[in-house]
């Protein structure tokens, strides 16, 4: 079984590609963002507590977000794969998915990452503000989540390069194309 951490910048096309991905493997997909809308949704005590982080351009605390990714990735059952899409987030949540994965006597296969410029990402991001009615998606939010980024997210670059999984992919041209550089990497796995 393998699990495919998709990873990149907000904006970077990791819900797109993981969905192509699931349609070409049929993998099952985990996107910790989606997890998060749906609890927001449907007004739990969770969600109450991460919307305000997610509506600031912040990250939900990693305690919160540990303790979900771990029972979603057990009720998904048997599968060829699982894609973590938006997670891990934070050297502590990488070493979280490591160890719990571990605990299953499994491991990751390799970390997928989508390379945008800043400004290509705040554009896609500006864009898709228009019709996705996300709080998070207007242009000052955007560009707090992109420091955050940059501060708390792009320090696992290096951890996964350190780990020997990381593979880099460019995340602008059509989606086929980025789609066939993802590919190429998984079929060697
Ligand atoms: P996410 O839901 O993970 O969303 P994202 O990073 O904004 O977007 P993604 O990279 O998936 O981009 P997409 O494919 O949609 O996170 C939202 C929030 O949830 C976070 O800010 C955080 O607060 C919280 N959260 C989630 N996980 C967490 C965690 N582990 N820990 C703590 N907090 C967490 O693409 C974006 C746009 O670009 C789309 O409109 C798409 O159509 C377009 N696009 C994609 N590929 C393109 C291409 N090749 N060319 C042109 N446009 C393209």
Known sequence: MKN?????APGSGKGTQSDLLVEKYGFKH???????RAEIKNETELGKTAKQFIDNGQL???SLIIDILAATYDALGQCEGVIFDGFPRTIPQAEALKAML??????????????????????RLVNRGKTSGRADDNEETIRKRLDVYESQTSPLISWYETEGLRNAVKG????QEI???LCAII???
Request: proline residues 4%; hydrophobic residues 45%.
């Open 102 to 123: 571990a605990e299953r006597g499994t491991a990751v296969s390799a970390m997928l990452e989508l390379q945008v410029p800043t400004e290509m990402l705040v554009e």
């Open 172 to 175: 602008y041209g059509t989606l």
């Open 30 to 36: 985990i996107s910790t963002g989606d997890v998060l």
């Open 179 to 181: 789609n066939d550089a």
């Open 60 to 62: 939900v605390p990693d």
């Open 187 to 189: 079929d060697k796995l």
């Open 4 to 8: 495919i951490v998709i990873f990149g």
